[in-house]
């Protein structure tokens, strides 16, 4: 069984920075595109960043292209998402989720493409 469990959210002001990790078990991390998703209130969760089974290909949302850096460590097995230049509009909590299914090695922006996620991290950024 897949477990994900995401830490590094808090309270920051604009412009500051936070690291977000995930940790993943249960599964073979090398195998598998991961993303980063995010709800604020009154929300759907929208697409962040995602990355291939090797690091080699990232995709971003346009919000956030330039500010967000998605990495991997395949020796902690765990997924990161460097948020720097922080916005208000960056509040939400956020989720990571490992790709499953026959292209589970692809990134995508599809919520429908993954299939284990983790509870969410809290960031609020103050103005």
């Known amino acids: 069984q897949v477990q994900l469990v995401e830490s590094g959210g808090g309270l920051v002001q604009a412009g500051g920075s936070l690291r977000l990790s995930c940790a993943c078990s249960?599964?073979?991390?090398?195998?598998?595109?991961m993303g980063w998703f995010r709800q604020a209130p009154g929300k759907g969760r929208e697409f962040v960043a995602a990355l291939n089974y090797n690091g080699g290909t990232t995709y971003y949302a346009d919000s956030v292209k330039g500010r967000f850096t998605i990495s991997r460590d395949y020796a902690k097995n765990t997924v990161y998402l460097q948020m720097n230049s922080l916005k208000p509009e960056d509040t939400a909590v956020y989720y990571c989720?490992?790709?499953?299914?026959?292209?589970?090695?692809?990134?995508?922006?599809?919520?429908?493409?993954?299939?284990?996620w983790g509870q969410g991290t809290q960031v609020t950024v103050s103005s």
């Open positions: 249960g599964r073979t991390f090398s195998s598998y595109a």
């Open positions: 989720a490992v790709r499953g299914g026959s292209y589970a090695y692809i990134p995508s922006r599809s919520t429908e493409d993954y299939d284990s």
